[in-house]
């Protein structure tokens, strides 16, 4: 198992580093929420893309933290979700199921992560975190559009867009992961 760079950051510093590191990268995850275009009730986001990179960089716990704060700052109305959107209407809307996903997600992908370096394993763990942000959006959105407009609006515009930000996020962890690796 391979320690990610910024555990390792943290366990050769101490966890006096811990909240500064989960509110950058909370903070991160906001920035990639700006980068937007409305399709549908769903916009497409960089969202995904910071998450994996932070799930590979992070590990579970640490990710899992960063993700748990960003949607808590939204649930108290910071601007952190697409569009600026954040209050508890922005996490119970349409996007609710993905965000839940996101969630579930990093952490899972962040395991994954531990157990590799090779870029092609890191895209399918990634890949998989986005099946499953995916199937949780879709099982929301169901709820409010139904079933047929749900996958025609949540899932499939975003198909592509999940297999290529698993990529680049891949070879953005396994870019990092490489330069700093320990000696």
Do not use: N, Y
Request: charged share 10%; hydrophobic share 60%.
């Amino acid at each position: 198992m391979t320690q990610p760079p910024l555990a390792r950051f943290l366990a050769a510093r101490g966890q006096v580093w811990r909240v500064p590191m989960v509110l950058a990268g909370a903070g991160l995850m906001a920035a990639a929420s700006q980068a937007s275009v409305p399709v549908g009730p769903i916009p497409i986001t960089l969202q995904s893309l910071m998450l994996f990179v932070l799930a590979g960089l992070c590990g579970m716990r640490l990710v899992f933290q960063i993700v748990l704060v960003w949607l808590l700052f939204a649930v108290v109305g910071l601007p952190v979700l697409a569009g600026g959107a954040g209050g508890p209407e922005a996490m119970m809307g349409g996007s609710a199921g993905f965000l839940l996903g996101m969630l579930l997600a990093a952490p899972l992908a962040a395991r994954t992560a531990e157990h590799t370096f090779e870029p092609a394993r890191l895209t399918g763990a990634f890949l998989l975190g986005h099946a499953l942000i995916l199937a949780m959006g879709w099982a929301w959105l169901a709820t409010l559009v139904g079933v047929g407009r749900a996958f025609a609006d949540g899932i499939l515009p975003f198909l592509a867009g999940a297999v290529i930000k698993s990529l680049i996020a891949a070879l953005l962890v396994w870019a990092i992961r490489r330069k700093v690796r320990p000696s």
